[in-house]
């Protein structure tokens, strides 16, 4: 695993502080070309690692990776799926079936694939739940094919509510599908974790990709700062930290020295829009983590 | 432990259910939803009673309390059978789709004795939390005006089915989403004594407005406008911005940061003459379980609590979500002559 990802959370106008800042970013990045442009820069410092969540605009730098394999060579990615806002009106609409139909169903080479085994119509096919994921996981990682994919992650507001259901299920066999037929290991998104990390060690996962906020002033770690410690000091699992500096709240030295004294995080996922931030925010974690 | 049921398992009532299933203090045991592919999987994946009659439910599972999730037209039914049954109630919001059923509701449950509760769940963020310590200590000296927007991309293109797009449902604007404007307004500045120029506006949907635009006139001479569109493509989410005018001051508020303006020495400590701005960083307080927002944990535990304890009054009750109901229909009235 790589130590240090670069996140897109910038380039899709979410700030978790300020809208003003958001907006600013949506604007900014309204276009591919200028989130390439960072990606550039970052890939040209250094950064070979990143994180996507599956928008839409994700599956268009997909594409501009295909078609220049010399360029990004050395390119990983740590896809998070799936972008859940795009999901949720339909879900409120139609219910959780509903939107599970119009979804799996929307996508012309799903519809083929589950032509076989629609034989007792969509009633029969949707009642198999781990069926819907396993084609739900499948259309969103079309995007991804041909390319140096790392790690799966299952988006937070899905992984928190599934945790909240406590269905062992979903997390198995979101694990063995993306092991099994893309051979690629998965990773949880999570504003919970240390109540997920426990979950998941109670499931079987060994030795679990957990990502999540971790910061100084404790901020998205619920329940609590001493949690996270404690949980990452003593069980067996591959921390991640997101939301180093808390949304702009800590200054990037106070942020990268307080996580990279968590002696037990393996990557640091970070945000920045310019080459300045991006290459002083890698010298610090470099220099931090020696 | 307490025992609790839901009813209806869609979006809200996942989350819902997400958050409290945790709780070191609540035991589901049981999930009501007119979807028998829900039920099924419920049933085999979660282990619990599932069934399509919340009535059955009510009677059959000894519940403590119950949450009631499901679209609006069916809520006045469905909690009027759980204080029948003697339950705590926690209804989404809007509450009711007429005053009539609200206020015998608020009776009902004020004589039961129960907790009850609406999901307005914007009065437990964190930064209007804070907007209304700074009312209540008078930081901006007297409102004149105040002025409420909320945009969403819900709708975005012609909806003709689901019971988003029917009125007599709850659906619309105005019931759906505004409806967490006018209770804010209420909650913060006040109920208004009349709306004047409202205006309820259709943009892609046939059966219902997608816009909603009123101005809110108060006793005093304080007034103030509320304006939601909920077809703007430009957001990613819903978006909650509020103003409000002081003789002292001025404050602007969305869900993740304020900014307050005094006109001469701040009248509390820790802020400074001219602009202030605090982001939600600096003061929000960790939750439990976190879903989607710390509001919602915070109101769910409220609730809870609310039984744990006994407490009887409430940051948000019955009485509450009829005051918004009442409001939301001044504006279904004042809308209605204009337009005749």
């Not at chain 1, 999901?87 to 959780?96: D, Q, R, S």
């Not at chain 1, 990682?141 to 899905?158: C, D, T, W």
């Not at chain 2, 927007?149 to 019971?163: I, Y």
């Not at chain 2, 659906?171 to 004594?193: E, K, T």
């Amino acid at each position: 695993m790589d130590r240090i990802i670069l996140g897109d959370n910038q380039f899709f106008g979410i700030n978790h502080m300020s809208e003003d800042k958001a907006q600013a970013q949506a604007e900014r990045f309204r276009d591919v070309g200028a989130i390439l442009e960072v990606i550039d820069t970052a890939y040209d410092c250094g950064i070979r690692a990143f994180m996507f969540n599956t928008h839409d605009k994700v599956a268009q730098l997909c594409d501009h990776f295909r078609l220049h394999p010399e360029r990004y060579a050395d390119l990983r990615l740590y896809p998070s799926m799936p972008y859940a806002h795009k999901y949720a009106n339909v879900v409120a609409e139609k219910g959780i079936f509903g939107a599970l139909n119009e979804f799996v169903f929307a996508d012309a080479s799903v519809k083929q694939a589950v032509g076989t085994i629609l034989r007792g119509g969509k009633t029969v096919f949707t009642q198999n739940m781990m069926e819907v994921m396993r084609l739900l996981v499948d259309a969103e990682m079309k995007m991804f094919r041909g390319l140096n994919v790392k790690v799966v992650f299952l988006q937070n507001i899905v992984t928190d509510i599934l945790l909240g259901m406590r269905v062992k299920e979903c997390f198995v066999e979101f694990a063995a599908h993306l092991e099994k037929k893309y051979n690629v290991e998965v990773g949880f998104n999570t504003m919970n974790m240390p109540k997920l990390v426990d979950f998941l060690l109670d499931c079987g996962l060994e030795n679990p990709i957990v990502c999540s906020s971790i910061n100084k002033i404790g901020y998205l770690m619920s329940p609590d700062m001493e949690s996270y410690e404690e949980v990452m000091n003593t069980r067996s699992f591959r921390p991640m930290a997101m939301s180093i500096m808390a949304s702009g709240a800590v200054p990037p030295r106070e942020a990268i020295e307080y996580v990279a004294g968590q002696k037990n995080i393996r990557s640091i996922v970070f945000g920045a829009s310019s080459r300045k931030n991006i290459e002083e925010t890698k010298k610090i974690i470099e220099e931090a983590s020696c | 432990m307490l025992k609790g049921g839901i009813v209806g398992f869609g979006r809200m009532g996942l989350t819902h259910f997400s958050i409290l299933n945790n709780h070191p203090e609540v035991n589901f045991v049981a999930v009501c939803d007119a979807s028998n592919l829900m039920r099924k999987n419920i049933g085999k994946f979660m282990g619990l009673e599932t069934f399509d009659d919340y009535r059955t439910m009510f009677d059959d599972m000894g519940l403590d309390f119950v949450i009631v999730a499901t679209p609006t037209a069916t809520h006045a039914e469905t909690v009027a059978s759980a204080i029948d049954h003697g339950l705590h109630v926690f209804v989404e919001k809007p509450f009711a789709l007429n005053s009539d059923d609200g206020r015998r509701l608020v009776a009902a449950v004020e004589q039961a004795g129960l907790v009850n509760q609406v999901g307005y769940v914007i009065r437990f963020n964190d930064v209007f939390r804070e907007v209304k310590k700074l009312l209540a200590a008078d930081a901006i000296g007297e409102l004149y005006f105040f002025r409420m927007e909320m945009f969403a991309p819900t709708v975005l293109k012609e909806v003709k089915s689901g019971w988003r797009s029917k009125k007599a449902q709850g659906g619309g604007c105005l019931y759906d989403f505004a409806s967490h404007g006018v209770d804010l307004i209420n909650y913060i500045v006040g109920r208004p004594v009349a709306v004047a120029g409202s205006v309820l506006q259709n943009i892609y949907s046939v059966a219902v407005e997608d816009l909603v635009s009123t101005t809110m006139l108060y006793d005093d001479g304080l007034q103030g406008s509320l304006l939601v569109n909920w077809c703007d493509a430009s957001c990613r989410k819903p978006a909650y911005r509020m103003e409000l005018y002081g003789k002292q001051g001025k404050i602007i508020a969305d869900l993740h940061a304020y900014k307050v303006h005094f006109k001469g020495e701040p009248p509390l400590d820790g802020f400074e003459s001219g602009w202030n701005a605090r982001y939600i960083t600096e003061f929000v307080e960790p939750v439990r379980y976190y879903v989607r927002g710390f509001e919602f944990t915070r109101q769910l535990d409220y609730f809870i609590d609310g039984i744990l304890t006994d407490r009887r009054e409430s940051l948000c009750s019955f009485a509450d979500g009829l005051a918004a109901d009442e409001v939301i229909e001044k504006i279904t009235r004042d809308a209605a002559e204009r337009s005749c």
